[in-house]
């Protein structure tokens, strides 16, 4: 089973933002995806724009590539911070991370 079919997402576009005040700077994370996660000078984690840069606003998101949705979704489940919240785009609804149902 894929993990779109595990989280019954199926072709729904997702996002993904770190919640600042639970992160530990632990980076596993970047070391996941670092097409979307970079650790900042601050030691916290945070995602990361089309262009790369910081999205450092409270509770910023960016879009998960399809590409990519394995290697964040690891990150949401290895974070020992327990601060990745994925979540569809269509209704906000937390598919992966501490909020998941």
Do not use: N
């Not at 996002?15 to 070391?31: F, H, R």
């Not at 840069?53 to 290697?71: F, I, N």
């Not at 269509?90 to 998941?100: I, K, N, Q, T, W």
Request: hydrophobic residues 40%; glycine residues 8%; proline residues 6%.
């Amino acid at each position: 089973m894929s993990v779109q079919q595990e989280a019954g997402v199926d072709g729904e576009a997702l996002e993904v933002w770190i919640d600042q005040d639970l992160c530990t700077g632990d980076g596993i994370c970047a070391q996941y995806a670092p097409e979307v996660f970079e650790l900042d000078i601050d030691g916290l984690a945070y995602v990361k724009g089309a262009d790369d840069e910081l999205l450092q606003a409270p509770g910023a998101t960016t879009p998960v590539p399809l590409t990519l949705l394995t290697d964040v979704v690891d990150s949401a489940r290895e974070c020992p911070g327990e601060c990745i919240h994925v979540r569809r785009v269509s209704d906000r609804a937390e598919v992966y991370g501490p909020d998941a149902e």
